[in-house]
């Protein structure tokens, strides 16, 4: 069955930090991978999506993602980070056939200090 | 365009009473997700339509829940006989087709009192 497991509960960085949010994902064929943020009152927005090809996905609002098979991880990542990131973040794993039904991890709340 | 629309945005409810939950897709969508974000939870997939018929509902918790797609565009989730472990935020999401990018609504937060 599949899972992903998202360590790191809250994540503080200061603006113009660089930033790294874990995802790791356990599927047995090769999952198609996304992550999503949301931000309070909104809906979930999807940064960046990963199905095949090149390991490392560049999103929108500068974020970027690298896939690692051996690792079994699919790593969030933002060189310089705006306070307008801060949000909750959500690894999701679909799988390859028939419908896309997503499995998401539980969050990570990224809190951005001035 | 318009996105993926819910309503209402909030239904307080009292324990046993029935409750319907909207979704109105993105026009053109054939492919309608119902998931559930419990506090402090990603979200958890519960029901997947394929135009008007429901393709996978296995995320389902019991048979006290239901939803219906008879056009195969507005979508409406029934739960019968709430109960307090219900209370969660109820997300839509509609895509192109099964394997395209999943757009989600804003949520309706569900409260049984």
């Known amino acids: 069955a599949q899972s992903v497991t998202q360590p790191d509960i809250h994540i503080t960085v200061s603006e113009g930090a660089s930033l790294e949010l874990r995802c790791n994902y356990s599927?047995?064929?090769?999952?198609?991978l996304f992550w999503y943020v949301q931000s309070p009152g909104q809906g979930l927005q999807l940064l960046l999506k990963?199905?095949?090809?090149?390991?490392l996905v560049q999103g929108i609002k500068g974020f970027e993602a690298e896939f690692k098979r051996s690792q079994s991880s699919f790593n969030l990542r933002k060189p310089s980070v705006h306070w307008s990131d801060a949000a909750e973040y959500f690894c999701?794993?679909?799988?390859?056939?028939?419908?896309?039904?997503?499995?998401f991890g539980t969050g990570t709340r990224l809190t951005v200090i001035p | 365009g318009a996105g993926v629309s819910q309503t209402p945005s909030n239904k307080v409810t009292e324990k046993g009473k029935y409750v319907e939950l909207r979704c109105d897709p993105i026009?053109?969508?054939?492919?309608l997700y119902w998931y559930r974000q419990s506090l402090g939870q990603g979200p958890e997939f519960l029901i997947y339509?394929?135009?008007?018929?429901?393709?996978?509902d296995s995320g389902l918790p019991n048979d006290r829940f239901f939803a219906v797609r008879p056009e195969g565009s507005v979508s409406t989730l029934k739960i019968q006989r709430t109960e307090r472990g219900d209370s969660a935020v109820y997300l839509c999401?509609?895509?192109?087709?099964?394997?395209?990018?999943?757009?989600f609504g804003p949520g309706t937060r569900l409260t049984v009192l």
């Open positions: 990963y199905f095949s090809g090149d390991t």
């Open positions: 339509f394929q135009g008007t018929g429901a393709a996978d």
């Open positions: 999701a794993v679909g799988v390859q056939t028939g419908a896309n039904n997503l499995f």
């Open positions: 026009s053109g969508h054939t492919a």
């Open positions: 999401a509609s895509s192109l087709s099964p394997a395209e990018e999943q757009f």
């Open positions: 599927y047995g064929a090769t999952p198609y």
